[in-house]
């Protein structure tokens, strides 16, 4: 009996070995197809192509993900991983503060304790990698400087160190500005003249990338003084405004204009999107382009059918999306005499609402109400793929392909080195982490 049983937890030993091992391949596959973008055939990422294709949780596909790639930096672990000689449990617990300098370390935490143990020490590790970077920022912030003085010809110097974030939007800003002085000073000369012109007045030449810098800044100080410093609300900063002429809604190839607001031109297929589910007000022209009349301000979708297409729907209907926020989709465009009602309208997040207004993704309404999904080639899209083929003796098959790859996996393979004492995980981190010592 007991010799029974002895043998029953050595063959769950085992099979839970290999299972991690196979694991290891898995994860190898699931980062190369990450890489070569596989997945970008309409999902939003390679966690949602793993929760529609292979059935996983979302939560477990975005962790499946997470570890791939970490594990594609930590080739020791990867490797204890793919001999079966650590759990999937503990490599995903290590790979979470992992790094290639503490790798080996950590690795050996991994061998020595249980799950348990790794779980505990990798919590006190991000305590202290926590305080380290809660350290460095408050270094940042107390070393932003900025110091503008004059040189002794009278020219200003300017010389400072700025925090990421805020580096980030003076880099944007000057860019907008260089452009707006730059771009469009180059589309104000006619073509085929530039040439002559430089030839003739040399100091006319293009600045130099320094000295287009030096003139967008000083934009820039003009702009905000002229705007009173007012940084705006979030939404105005990033209102877009549509410009459609009406035959371009109905037909994207039909003569007339799709422009934002400041008269970038955009796609018709962009200004379809936008105009699926959005609040409209239709203005006449007259031949000159005077507007005639201005209609009053209508929602596409009423908000008491927006909420009967919530309830219905849910979320984005697209195959392995779901995601909670969406817009109304008109499937067939009111633009087209499409009705607005609720067997022609779908919920589309945004993502999902862009693939088949831009992307050449085409979705319709069967006769039995359920929605189908096409990919831009027209192969159909399904709500559930069907499921891989496994072989009768599946356990046996990866036996088998273990044993050809050379791997040794026995009943003690995965075995961790604690013999019970009790675990301190402050002496641990102490003795591990290499920022610990300086606390
Ligand atoms: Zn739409
Ligand atoms: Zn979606």
Same mark, same amino acid.
């Given at each position: ?15 839970? %070995? ?31 192509? =793993? ?99 004059? @040189? ?15 580096? %980030? ?16 000073? @180059? ?63 109905? @037909? ?25 589910? %959005? ?62 009602? =609720? ?97």
């Amino acid at each position: 009996m007991n010799t029974d049983l002895d043998r029953l937890g050595d063959e769950i030993a085992e099979l839970s %070995a290999h299972l991690d091992a196979a694991t290891a391949h898995l994860l190898d596959l699931i980062r190369e197809f990450d890489e070569r973008g596989g997945w970008n055939t309409g999902f939003r990422s390679c966690a949602a192509w =793993l929760a529609w294709r292979v059935g996983l949780a979302p939560g477990v596909a975005r962790e499946k993900v997470r570890v791939a790639r970490t594990l594609g930096t930590l080739p020791r672990l990867a490797q204890a991983l793919a001999r079966g000689e650590l759990s999937y449990s503990k490599i995903r617990e290590l790979t979470r503060v992992a790094t290639p300098e503490t790798e080996e370390r950590l690795l050996a935490v991994g061998r020595a304790g249980t799950a348990e143990h790794v779980e505990r020490i990798v919590r006190g590790w991000r305590r202290v990698d926590r305080i380290a970077e809660a350290r460095e920022t408050v270094r940042r912030h107390a070393g932003r400087t900025l110091q503008v003085y004059p @040189d002794g010809d009278g020219m200003v110097i300017v010389r400072g160190r700025l925090e990421p974030e805020v580096g %980030a939007v003076l880099v944007q800003a000057l860019a907008a500005a260089r452009e707006a002085l730059y771009q469009k000073a @180059d589309e104000n000369v006619p073509a085929g003249t530039c040439g002559d012109v430089s030839a003739e007045t040399p100091a006319l030449a293009q600045p130099t990338m320094p000295q287009q810098q030096a003139d967008a800044l000083a934009l820039l100080a003009e702009t905000a003084l002229h705007h009173g410093i007012d940084p705006g609300a979030p939404a105005e900063r990033y209102q877009v405004v549509v410009h459609v002429d009406a035959p371009v809604l109905a @037909d994207a190839d039909a003569p007339g204009q799709s422009v934002l607001g400041d008269g970038a031109r955009v796609p018709a297929g962009t200004s379809q999107r936008l105009a699926c589910d %959005a609040s409209r007000v239709i203005m006449r022209h007259d031949p000159d382009g005077r507007v005639t009349e201005v209609g009053a301000r209508t929602r596409t979708i009423p908000s008491a059918l927006r909420r009967a297409l919530h309830h219905r729907d849910r979320g984005c209907r697209f195959p392995g999306c779901g995601v909670r926020f969406g817009q109304g989709h008109h499937i067939r465009h009111w633009a087209h005499g499409g009705p607005t009602t =609720l067997s022609n309208l779908a919920l589309l997040c945004r993502r999902h609402h862009r693939a088949v207004h831009e992307e050449g993704y085409q979705m319709e309404r069967q006769p039995n109400g359920e929605l189908s999904f096409r990919r831009p080639d027209g192969r159909l899209l399904p709500e559930v793929p069907p499921a891989a083929p496994v072989p009768a003796d599946s356990v046996g098959a990866l036996r088998a392909r273990h044993e050809t790859q050379g791997l040794r996996i026995h009943a003690r393979t995965a075995s961790c080195g604690w013999l019970g004492e009790r675990l301190d995980v402050g002496w641990a981190i102490d003795v591990l982490h290499p920022l610990a010592a300086r606390n």
